[in-house]
């Protein structure tokens, strides 16, 4: 996906999150200390905002990875997708594993939980790229089912797991991109040399002919009235999987 203007950030980002809310929680006595416990269910997930420069290490506080800006290339708020957590002994995480907006796809890192708010979510995407099919989940039930155009067979849509990392407006809602972009963590195999190394997205299109065939460069294109809706109820965080 090539640069587009933004002209509005959407999404509400949480300062804070009670506790009761937080993505770990066990009965004292049950953990211990550097327990690494999985977070999230089929139905939940758990995204974490950037509160500033948050540095992400490959192992709890050792090996520094690299260090994301709050905002990112789009003005957008550096999010996360929480995995894991480090337990102490009182239950409570000293550490969260979570999914990276970086090369190479899927890379995982670590991060403090004071550096980061955490969101709740409950929404997921599922993309069948042989179908050219997006199925939308809100609290374990289908929403929506739509067709979409997917990468070319010279550009395609890399498969596997990731997260929606950014919301954006467009400027031109009649351009190549709709009326929004929902960016998820995922970059093109091939594309590495253009704007943001070749970042993929869910977005809309100018070129509606393209939804059901194989013919983006990597991006997963519906129709625009369709992603006004999609682009409503996704929050950021939201597990997007891939299938072939």
Not at 114 to 128: M, W, Y
Not at 181 to 206: K, R
Not at 224 to 236: I, V, W
């Amino acid at each position: 996906m090539r640069r587009a203007p933004v002209v509005l950030l959407c999404g509400s980002i949480l300062a804070a999150i009670a506790t009761t809310a937080t993505p770990v929680a066990s009965a004292a006595g049950q953990c211990r200390a550097g327990q690494l416990r999985a977070v999230g269910t089929p139905t939940t997930a758990f995204a974490a905002v950037a509160r500033g420069a948050t540095a992400t290490y490959r192992r709890p506080g050792t090996a520094l990875l690299t260090t994301f800006p709050r905002l990112n290339g789009l003005g957008y708020p550096t999010t996360f997708s929480i995995v894991g957590a480090i337990l102490n002994a009182q239950c409570e995480a000293s550490w969260y594993r979570v999914k990276l907006p970086m090369r190479p796809n899927g890379v995982v890192g670590y991060v403090r939980p004071a550096n980061v708010a955490v969101e709740k979510v409950t929404t997921r995407i599922s993309v069948d790229l042989s179908r050219r099919e997006l199925l939308f989940y809100r609290a374990g039930s289908l929403v929506m089912k739509v067709p979409v155009g997917v990468g070319s067979p010279a550009t395609p849509t890399p498969i596997g797991r990731y997260y929606v990392n950014q919301r954006i407006t467009v400027a031109d809602a009649h351009g190549p991109f709709g009326p929004a972009v929902l960016g998820i963590s995922a970059f093109s195999n091939v594309l590495t040399d253009w704007t943001e190394g070749g970042p993929i997205a869910i977005h809309g299109t100018d070129e509606p002919w393209s939804i059901g065939r194989a013919a983006s460069h990597g991006c997963i294109r519906v129709a625009n009235a369709t992603l006004e809706r999609l682009f409503a109820l996704t929050a950021a965080g939201t597990p997007v999987v891939i299938h072939p």
